[in-house]
Each structure stands twice: as structure tokens, then as C-alpha cells.
């Protein structure tokens, strides 16, 4: 083996297959964002007609190449959904999203038992193998999906203000004696602004939409794990133990918890402590301004302290941070996406201002305006997020994206999947996918009603719970009670005889009406008639009707597959082509089950961005607006 590799001139066949294939990733996408709201859909089937399934134009290394460099995209997108997280909404809905999340596991577990194994005749490890792997959700995908969806919505809106500072400039550059218009009547340019990508991140529906997406990736992994366990038990050639079974279950699920568990405690006892140390972390990754130095003193007389400086300062954290906590996901047997989001929210979380400045800083000179506007500078000079967008913002989007999207089109065995019969049971099976993905919105749509009526609900059931205690209670001490009044029975008669018991005279009629009203005692204040509503009507922002926006986006979002689904089914099938299950034994999928979820993760994968971008752009404001602001 040689110790370098010489360098040789690309010939021109490669150099214009790959700058085509690049070129073609991005023009494609652009047209169907416009055409069907469908990117993502064009680089899936560009990368099936260059890639092994149909001409096989690029070269098997160079597609196991873009594989690599398409999930560093995927991982850096997943960085970025953390890093634009809402901390304080993504634990306030952690309970909805773990709803959400169960609903989406347990419906596409259902219909594919329904279908498979009771409809088309299947083994039941078969229709469970399938409806797992269709169970997940591509976290990468959906996010991809979300950006493209609201930047093209915001474009088609170009004529309004799309971020809430400009509006604010408008309106507040405007004296209000100036504002002749009625409330009605307001101009277009600041007028029901498009959703923009981080505005629907950061809402409730957002977040409820990352969180659950991350949850059925993690039990997805899970399920990964447990494939080559459930082969080996349905071979009769092994025999498998239980604790072989139950370490691949226990180890994914363990690791993600342990993981959720330790990283907090980290980032707020050790990692925020040393970034905010004697203002260590901001004098480097906030830029020079005056009265505040970028690193040292000589280093800001020299012309250093800069934005672009003070970025390059951010990234080391940043990259030190990912690489670690994915070199931890991966050997503790977790997911590595989960790793990266995990990252963005220490980050994001590490970088926020502790308290408020105060009114004598230096930093007045700088800022000028009042604290909340203070604080707010500060958050965006140190926003890990304002540097990812600036320095991998642009790589991301037009090189790693694509080529991700183009590598699920790589591992789809496309000639395969037309065959008459997977034909119709593919598109039925594929069609009874979305629905049970679709289902996610019912726990959306049940919300706005749980707000308004839980409160009484609640107040009701813990009344009825004290009443029920006190009658527990007043059971359990009735005997000591009785003996105790037994016991004290005779010395009050002989303290009082019978005859000589004093009774109070009832007072005559004159008295009564002669004596003045005693205020009546108000009666006491019951919390259940309070929280009850008052005339039986659910306000308009907590109707189910008004949330079918919110429950369409999310259900929409979640139905789109990807390269989990993909590494379920490959791994239940018995391995991928190029890495084949240890001894050639068969999966738990047989063929025509395997070639059914490939339909369906194909089908769900093309379907959904599009339903995605089409909500987007058909219900815009609506979508996070209300309870799901």
C-alpha cells in the first residue's frame, strides 16, 4: 500500500458528473419549493436517478462519499434545531409532546398489524418489524422540510414585514396621533406576516413538533437495536437468553435518560460557571464595543474583536461541545442526532445573560436603550445561533443538505417496487402510513378544550379526594372517639346532674323582632364553581376548530420518514447489501414485507414536505397564533 496518494488531475468526467450532480441538487430543489413546495422530493429522486437504483451515473465510493458528508448535514440541522429551541416552552410542553410522541408510535404499530399480518397474511414479527420502522420519524427531514416551507412562504409574502423588530420599527417610528386607520384597516406591509423558520421553531407548536420527532427517533433507535436480537429468536438455529434480549431494549432507552439527566446538571454546575467566569466567555465571543475589549486589551488595540473574530472564537465551543457529546451518544449506544440536539440547547442555554445590567456599565454607551433592550443586544452578540447561521449557515443549506437527501435516494431499491402486487399493497400500506402519522393532531386538536376545562375538572377531583380523606379519616378515629366519650360520660353527669341541667329559654317573639339582623355568613366559596364556566361556551382560542391548523402542521410534518426508518428496515431485513447480516441468516422481514416499507417510507417522505409546505403557505400566521404562540 502506498504512504501518500498521488495527485492526478480529476478527469473531466468526473469533474463535470459531480458539479452537475451538485449544480442539478439545488436548481431542482428551487423549482419544486415553487411548483409543489416539494424540495426535498426533487433531491431524493435526483439522487435514485444517479445513484445505484436506476443509471448508477456517480461511482459506489462516491456515494458512500456523499453518505458521509449528507449525515454531517443531518447532524448539523438537528445542532441547529437545539440552538433556535425555546428552553422555557420545551419543558412547559414536554407532557403534550410525550403524548404527541406515544400517539405516533402506537398507531403506525396498529394499522400495521391490521394490515399486514390480519390483511395481506404476514407473520406478526413481520407486521411488527414493519409498523416499527415506520413508527419514526426523520428529525432532519422535518426540520429541512419547516425551513423551506417558511422561507418560501415568507417569499410569497414578500410585500410583509416577516420579523416581529420590523413591525416594531414601523410601528414605533409613527406617532400613534398619526395612526388615522381603524384596526381593521391596516396596511399591508404589517399585516399577518408569513411564519418565519425560527418563529415556528420557537412557538408552542414548534416545539411540541421537535420534541416529539426527537422522542420516536430515540424508541426508534431503540428498536434498531433490538432487530438483531428478534432475527436471532425467530432462527432456529440460536437460542437466545433473555438478558441477550433485554441489554439491546434497556442499553438505547438507559443511555438517552441518563444522557437528558446529565447534561443539565453539567451545563448548569460546570460549563455555564466557566463561561461566565470573571466575563471569560463573553470577552471572547462577543465582539470589541466600547468600554468592553475583545480577549485582551493589545488585541483590540491592534484592530482584532471584530464579528468575524468573535464568531471564530464561538465555533471552537461549539464544535468541542457536538463532537463530544456524539462520541458519547454513539458509544453509549444512543443516537447520535440526539447528541447534537442535546448540544444546541446547552449552548443556547450557556450563552444567556445572567441578570440584568446594570445602569452605570459601559455597555449603556453602546447599547442605548433601556434594560430589556440591553439584555437583548447581549443575547444576540453571544447567540450561538446568529453564528451558525453566518459561518455554516450557507454550507449547510446548498452542499450537506442536498447531498443527504440525495443519499435516501441512494438506499431505495427502486426497480424492485414495481412488481404488480407491491404495487397496490405498497400505495395502501403507504396511505394507511400517513393517516397513522396524521393522527399526532388529535392530541392537538383535545388541547384547547384540556386548558379550559381541566380547572374545573381538577378543582372538582380534589375536593372530591379531601372529602373522601376526611370520611377516611373520621372512619378510622370513630372507635377512640366513642371510648373516649364513654369514658367521660359519667364525670360530666356527676359535674351536671340531669335535674339540675341548665337549658337556655328560647327568647319570646318580641325579642326576636326587636333584635337587630346578625349578618348573614357568606356561603362558603366553592373553587369548582369558580373554574366552571360560566355559560358553557369554550372561548374561540380554545376551540378544536381553531386548532386544525396547528394539528394539520404537525401531523404533516411528522408523516415524513427518512434514513431511520430506512436503517430499521434494512437491519430487520438482515442487513444492507454492502454490510449483510453476520452468517448470511435471514431478518425478521421477508422480502415483499421489506419492499412494503420501502414504499411507505418512499411515499411518506415525498408526501409529507409537500403537505408540510402547503400548510405553511395556506394557513401562514394561524399556524402558531393563540394557545400555539
Given amino acids: 500500500m502506498p504512504n501518500v496518494l498521488p495527485y492526478e488531475e480529476p478527469t473531466l468526467i468526473h469533474l463535470l458528473t459531480f458539479s452537475s450532480f451538485l449544480y442539478l441538487l439545488n436548481i431542482i430543489r428551487v ?41 454531517i448535514g443531518l447532524v448539523l440541522v438537528v445542532f441547529e434545531g437545539g440552538l433556535s429551541s425555546n428552553l422555557r416552552m420545551l419543558f412547559k410542553n414536554l407532557p403534550l409532546s410525550l403524548v404527541c410522541a406515544v400517539t405516533g408510535i402506537v398507531f403506525p404499530i396498529a394499522l400495521s398489524f391490521a394490515s399486514l399480518y390480519a390483511g395481506f397474511g404476514y407473520r406478526p414479527l413481520e407486521a411488527f418489524a414493519a409498523g416499527a420502522a415506520l413508527s419514526s420519524d426523520s428529525l432532519g427531514t422535518t426540520l429541512a422540510a419547516l425551513n423551506s416551507a417558511a422561507k418560501s412562504s415568507a417569499a410569497a409574502h414578500g410585500r410583509t414585514l416577516t420579523t416581529e423588530s420590523e413591525r416594531t420599527c414601523v ?42 420527532a426527537i422522542i420516536d427517533d430515540v424508541i426508534g433507535l431503540i428498536v434498531a437495536a433490538v432487530m438483531p436480537a428478534l432475527a436471532l429468536v425467530q432462527s432456529d438455529t440460536a437460542s437466545v437468553g433473555g438478558n441477550n434480549i433485554a441489554w439491546p431494549i434497556i442499553r438505547p432507552l438507559l443511555a438517552s435518560v441518563l444522557m437528558a439527566l446529565i447534561a443539565p446538571i453539567v451545563c448548569r454546575f460546570i460549563l455555564r460557571p466557566l463561561f461566565w467566569y470573571r466575563g471569560f466567555g ?16 493589545r488585541l483590540t488595540e491592534s484592530g482584532w474583536g471584530t464579528e468575524t473574530h468573535a464568531d471564530a472564537a464561538k465555533l471552537f465551543p461549539m464544535v468541542a461541545i457536538l463532537s463530544a457529546m456524539a462520541a458519547i451518544a454513539h458509544y453509549t449506544g444512543t443516537s447520535v442526532l440526539f447528541g447534537a440536539y442535546l448540544t444546541g440547547l446547552m449552548l443556547t442555554y450557556i450563552a444567556q445573560p445572567p441578570g440584568h445590567p446594570q445602569s452605570s456599565s459601559p455597555d449603556e454607551a453602546y447599547y442605548a436603550g433601556d434594560e430589556k433592550g440591553i439584555m437583548d443586544r447581549r443575547a444576540k452578540d453571544l447567540s450561538f445561533e446568529e453564528t451558525f ?47 397513522a402519522k396524521l393522527a399526532v393532531g388529535v392530541p392537538i386538536l383535545l388541547y384547547g378544550p384540556y386548558l379550559y376545562y381541566w380547572p374545573s375538572i381538577s378543582a372538582r377531583i380534589r375536593q372530591r379526594v379531601r372529602a373522601s380523606l376526611h370520611k377516611v379519616r373520621a372512619g378510622l378515629l370513630f372507635p377512640f372517639r366513642s371510648c373516649r366519650s364513654r369514658d367521660t360520660a359519667p364525670a360530666d353527669e356527676e359535674r351536671f346532674p340531669r335535674s339540675s341541667t341548665l337549658v337556655a329559654p328560647e327568647p319570646g317573639l318580641q325579642d326576636k323582632l326587636e333584635a337587630p339582623d346578625a349578618p348573614t ?69 421477508s422480502e415483499e414485507p421489506f419492499l412494503l416499507c420501502i414504499w411507505a417510507i418512499l411515499l411518506c417522505t415525498l408526501v409529507g414536505p409537500i403537505a408540510l409546505g402547503y400548510f405553511v403557505r395556506r394557513w401562514g400566521p394561524r399556524l402558531n397564533s393563540g394557545i400555539w404562540a
Avoid at 431505495?412 to 414495481?418: A, E, G
Fill in 389 to 435: 447561521a453566518r459561518l455554516l449557515g450557507p454550507v449547510q443549506e446548498y452542499v450537506l443538505l442536498p447531498m443527504f437527501f440525495a443519499s435516501i435516494g441512494f438506499a431505495i431499491p427502486f426497480l424492485d417496487l414495481w412488481r404488480p402486487t407491491m404495487i397496490w399493497r405498497g400505495i395502501v400500506y403507504s396511505i394507511l402510513m400517513c393517516v
Fill in 282 to 297: 463573553e470577552r471572547w465571543c462577543a465582539p470589541a464595543r466600547p468600554g468592553k475589549p475583545w480577549g485582551l486589551a
Fill in 31 to 71: 423549482a419544486a419549493d415553487f411548483l409543489v413546495h416539494g424540495g426535498i422530493v426533487a433531491e431524493i429522486t435526483l439522487g435514485i436517478i444517479f445513484g445505484s437504483p436506476l443509471a448508477g451515473i456517480l461511482h459506489i465510493d462516491w456515494e458512500a462519499t456523499f453518505t458521509v458528508f449528507g449525515y
Fill in 521 to 589: 355568613p357568606p356561603p362558603p366559596i366553592s373553587r369548582v364553581s369558580i373554574a366552571a364556566p360560566r355559560d358553557g361556551k369554550i372561548p374561540l382560542t380554545h376551540r378544536a376548530s381553531t386548532s386544525i391548523p396547528a394539528a394539520a402542521f404537525i401531523g404533516a410534518a411528522m408523516v415524513a420518514r427518512g434514513e431511520i426508518g430506512l436503517l430499521i428496515a434494512q437491519l430487520a431485513r438482515g442487513g444492507s447489501e454492502h454490510a449483510p447480516a453476520p452468517g448470511g441468516e435471514a431478518g425478521v422481514l
Fill in 171 to 212: 410601528t414605533d417610528s409613527l406617532p400613534i396621533s398619526h395612526n388615522t386607520n381603524p384596526p381593521g384597516d391596516c396596511p399591508d406591509t404589517i399585516a399577518a406576516p408569513a411564519p418565519t423558520p425560527n418563529s415556528l421553531k420557537q412557538s408552542r407548536i414548534g416545539t411540541v413538533l421537535i420534541s416529539a
